[in-house]
């Protein structure tokens, strides 16, 4: 058995790269998104109904995850690297088919787009189809994850002066709470948890079309070092 699917639709994201991209939807408010539909379904009929609707689920395919051959165990990022689950306990990129699901904020429609926010979504991510949240069957109060009971806990992030003014500067530049999704993503901690980087190491992602650079002056801790243009 074998199906053939087209998207629905492409993401632009602020994020240019894999790297502090969050682990999930919703750890970082601050990402935004705009889902651009393709046709048939850059229609509005298509998206009659969704006025008031708060949350969607997306379906997606992992168009950069590596590919390669299949493992019936991972290592997730955020049990350390090291320790191995079923591919099937884990949400990881690299699975049997490369198919992702995120919940998202619906912030609005604008001319056959949808703008979201909290999305854990490469830029250039193709959309295979659009859900609705339905919380009384989506939100389970007693569900329970031994291998992910909480959010990761985030670390302090701080900033040097000179790049919290670059940052003032191309935030308003974008028009964009880019200052809110760098603290945000950073908290997540983006490194692989067994680096212990000393203060010299220094690190980098672009997010939009800036170049954010930090360092980890005491373990545990973040300091944004600059924010400038690609
Ligand atoms: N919420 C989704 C899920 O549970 O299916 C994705 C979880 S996955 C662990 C999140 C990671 O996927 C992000 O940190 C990012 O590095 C990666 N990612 C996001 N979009 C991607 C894409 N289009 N291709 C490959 N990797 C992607």
């Known amino acids: 058995m074998s199906w053939q699917f087209e998207p629905v639709g492409v993401i632009h994201s602020c994020f240019a790269e894999k790297f502090a991209i969050p682990r999930q939807p919703q750890l970082a408010p601050a990402a935004t998104a705009s889902l ?20 969607l689920w997306l379906i997606f395919v992992f168009h950069a995850a590596a590919s390669g051959p299949q493992h019936l165990r991972v290592r997730p990022p955020r049990l350390g690297g090291n320790q191995r689950i079923g ?18 904020r619906l912030e609005g429609i604008d001319n056959g787009r949808l703008l979201l926010s909290g999305v854990d979504l490469l830029d250039g991510t193709p959309v295979l189809d659009i859900k609705p949240y339905v919380p009384y069957a989506d939100a389970i109060s007693d569900a329970v994850n031994p291998l ?12 040097s002066d000179a790049a919290l003014e670059q940052a003032r500067q191309q935030q308003e530049r974008l028009d964009q709470p880019l200052i809110a999704l760098i603290e945000q993503c950073l908290a997540q901690d983006p490194k692989p948890a067994y680096q212990q980087p000393g203060p010299e190491r220094e690190y980098g992602v672009q997010l939009w079309d800036v170049n954010v650079r930090w360092h980890y002056p005491d373990s545990g801790q973040i300091r944004v070092l600059s924010v400038t243009p690609t």
């Not at 690299?94 to 995120?102: A, D, E, L, T």
């Not at 992910?148 to 900033?159: Q, R, Y």
């Open 36 to 55: 651009e539909l393709l046709p048939p379904y850059n229609q509005p009929e298509a998206l009659e109904g969704l006025e008031g609707v708060s949350h």
């Open 148 to 159: 992910a009971p909480l959010p990761p806990a985030p670390i302090p992030v701080s900033w």
């Open 87 to 104: 591919v099937f306990a884990s949400r990881a990129t690299h699975r049997p088919n490369p198919i992702g699901q995120s919940v998202v």
